[in-house]
């Protein structure tokens, strides 16, 4: 284990600004919140969080840093709490812990292998600083390389497998190589232990055949550069067993024809000398085509650079070849962490913390593919999305606004559309309500339950708001489609026949029908009349007794227009069209108004700030611009509709009627939408004759004792 002075001492020796005393102090808290604590292994808990920090001295990180991987596991596992880390540590640390807590807590929500590529965009939303991210991934570093403790096979599996799909990719993209090839391994070896035996094996034997070739191909590499008079360093190892493995599988080789096993590494004094070593080496020996790539000029996303070239080598064993600078290396293998230390290390007066990622946006801007850099690094990523959990694990990712509705919807449409309640962690929460990163939604759903049109005012994925229409469309067809079988059905009856929708298939043509239920809707639409419908099956009973008859809802509107045309106190609307005001906002003379043209039911006049109209925003064809006709003197009244909480109590709906007649006002209608004890809220409708009529109203009801509130229903 490492003690106590010695992790100050590492972390003062890169960073002179390291508070100290705050060391200490985190060290004493967390090994006394972990306590007696065991590890699977048998130690004790603290030496865990207390290798994490040291796993990050070696990344050189600050103070804040170090602190937070000795604090990470207290808020989850000891009674600590985070008010008692912020008040001794203050607000920064509290923040990084508070994040590594978060991210803990998703971990163990679910099996994540699964969905590893959503699990690793939920990570880094969630990792608002990247130290967070960092911290994380120390912390999965020690927990692989201990993983062996663990008995039970299926855990220990499934943190590999984790690890293989979520945590090393995570590494790789913010550039840290030597982790991610670390974490890669310990995984291959808990996932394929038989593979990597036989790799290892392999190896093993191909070195007792040809001697130590990694050492002889170093030396002949170094001297052809000494003769050209390049000082640099070269180093070579055999490929990881994983990388190996992974080449046999993505280039479907077997291990006897896999050459390249064997990488070398030049490091080079500067950029110029690192293209002066490739034209050596090319010109010593010949390169594989198609394998030389130059990350120098052209870093890759990650901010990685160096100059990676195959070589048939010394002996003519195929090798390959990195060449970069020292920072470069430092980069490649530390990433984001390298980064920092390089500019902060270098500009004196800006020593501050952030920099380092100011930096990364910097390389964000110039990077030659800079959505892919900012899908992989960029900290406030996926700030757009939102990622929550279903009650089995499930990750479900939204846009962010994304509502529980959404979910549901996101889930399943048939979940979307019975929807009739849901969870949120646990508690009940409105269908309105916007997720939240890491959120556990249960949908409650009731087979009574269809889709409100006032859902979508608050949905923001299409898919919810597409079911909603189609929904309510298709429950407006049904009602058509009932009303046209009555009508078709009383028609046929007036004449003595007895309605069959058999016989309506010879005539459906005539009617541009699709189908029966096509004719049977578009008659309940008002676009025929049933009494025309029967005339073109029984082409004979045109000279029957007048009888009843059917005036069509069209033809039915225009003449009552027709009637009243003068007294349409409406400018601006198509003549002969049916206008109707709207029972969502009920507009009154004085309001502003405009008109939405609904196919086969005419204009209908609405509020300018009516909800509704947020859904037609998108179709400007459908707005119509009217106003009301101020000239006229109106003797038409209207109905306006008020919303009212009433003491509950004896008397009071007389007094409030009294108020309202006393008023030249005329109750249409009275609805009681909720009802305590000590209250109730009601909906009432009121005859007036404008805006300033319900207006004055209004003030008059305000000014009623028994009456608590009131305003006008808006759409
Ligand atoms: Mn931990």
């Not at 284990?1 to 004493?28: C, H, P, T």
């Not at 170094?222 to 055999?238: D, F, P, W, Y």
């Not at 979940?415 to 309105?432: E, H, I, Q, S, Y």
Request: charged content about 25%; proline content about 3%; aromatic content about 6%.
């Amino acid at each position: 284990m490492i003690r106590q002075f010695e992790l100050v001492e590492r972390v003062k020796s890169y960073d002179k600004g390291a508070n100290e005393d705050a060391l200490n102090r985190a060290y004493v808290f967390s090994m006394k919140a972990h306590g007696a604590q065991k590890r699977a292994s048998g130690d004790s808990y603290f030496s865990h969080p207390l290798e994490v920090a040291g796993i990050l001295t070696e990344y050189k990180l600050d103070g804040d840093s170090i602190i937070t991987a000795l604090l990470h596991d207290t808020i989850e596992d000891t009674p600590a709490t985070l008010a008692d880390i912020e008040s001794q540590f203050g607000e920064g640390v509290a923040r990084l812990v508070d994040g590594v807590t978060k991210l803990t807590r998703i971990e163990l929500q679910s099996d994540h292998a699964s969905q590893a590529e959503n699990f690793r965009k939920l990570l880094l939303a969630m990792s608002e600083d990247i130290r967070v991210l960092l911290v994380k991934l120390a912390d999965r570093l020690h927990n692989m390389r201990t993983l062996h403790h663990i008995e039970n096979p299926d855990t220990r599996r499934r943190i590999a497998l984790e690890t293989m799909e979520i945590y090393s990719p995570l590494a790789e993209r913010i550039g840290m190589q030597e982790m991610k090839s670390e974490l890669e391994g310990l995984a291959f070896t808990e996932l394929n232990p038989d593979a990597r035996e036989s790799i290892l094996a392999r190896l093993e034997f191909l070195r007792a055949e040809g001697g130590d070739l990694v050492s002889r191909v170093i030396i002949e590499l170094q001297n052809t550069l000494v003769e050209a008079g390049i000082k640099a360093a070269v180093s070579g190892r055999e490929k990881s067993p994983y990388a190996i493995w992974g080449k046999m599988q993505h280039k479907n080789v077997g291990f006897e024809q896999l050459s390249d096993i064997m990488a070398f590494r030049v490091i080079a004094e500067t950029e110029e000398e690192c293209y002066r070593t490739l034209g050596v080496i090319h010109g010593a020996y010949s390169m594989v085509p198609g394998c030389f790539k130059d990350y120098i000029s052209t870093p890759k996303p990650n901010g990685y650079r160096s100059l990676h070239t195959s070589i048939f080598g010394p002996q003519r064993h195929r090798i390959e070849v990195q060449i970069r600078t020292r920072e470069m290396h430092e980069v490649a293998e530390h990433g984001v962490a390298a980064h920092w230390q390089y500019k902060q290390g270098t500009d004196k007066t800006d020593g501050r913390q952030y920099r380092w990622l100011r930096e990364l946006l910097d390389i964000l801007e110039h990077a030659t593919e800079p959505e892919e850099f900012l899908e992989h690094t960029k900290l406030e990523m996926f700030q757009d999305q939102v990622f929550c959990f279903t009650p089995k694990g499930d990750l479900i990712n939204l846009p962010s606004g994304a509502t529980l509705v959404d979910f549901a919807y996101a889930v399943h449409s048939e979940v979307g559309d019975t929807c009739a309640g849901a969870k949120v962690n646990g508690r009940m929460m409105p269908l309105r309500t916007q997720l939240q990163n890491g959120d556990q939604v249960e949908i409650i759903t009731s087979k009574a339950q269809t889709p409100s049109l006032t859902w979508e005012r608050f949905v923001v994925t299409g898919k919810a708001r597409a079911r909603i229409r189609r929904f309510v469309r298709s429950k407006e067809r049904d009602q058509y489609l009932k009303l046209g079988h009555a009508i078709l059905e009383k028609a046929y009856a007036e004449e003595g026949y007895n309605f069959s929708e058999k016989a309506l298939d010879e005539v459906l043509k005539k009617f541009q029908a699709n189908s029966t239920s096509d004719l049977c809707a578009k008659v309940g639409a008002g676009h025929y009349t049933g009494r025309e419908v029967m005339e073109a099956v029984f082409p004979g009973t045109k000279k029957k007794g007048r009888g009843w008859n059917v005036v069509p809802l069209s033809r039915a509107r225009r003449k009552k227009n027709k009637a009243k045309e003068a007294s349409i106190p409406i400018k601006g609307l198509i003549p002969g069209m049916a206008m109707h005001y709207a029972g969502c906002c009920h507009p009154l003379p004085g309001d502003r108004i405009v008109g939405i043209v609904t196919t086969g039911k005419g204009v209908t006049i609405h509020t300018i700030d009516c909800d509704i109209l947020v859904g037609y925003a998108d179709e400007p064809e459908r707005w119509l611009d009217v106003s009301w006709e101020v000239e006229s003197e109106q003797p038409d009244l209207h109905v306006g509709r008020v919303q009212l909480t009433v003491t509950n109590e004896q008397g009071s709906l007389g007094n409030l009627s009294m108020v309202i007649a006393k008023n030249d006002g005329n109750i249409s209608n009275l609805k009681i939408t909720n009802r305590s004890a000590d209250f109730f809220e009601m909906t009432v409708d009121i005859e007036v004759r404008d805006v300033q009529h319900l207006t004055y109203i209004i003030a008059a009801l305000r000014a009623t004792s028994v009456i608590n509130s009131v305003q006008r229903a808006g759409g």
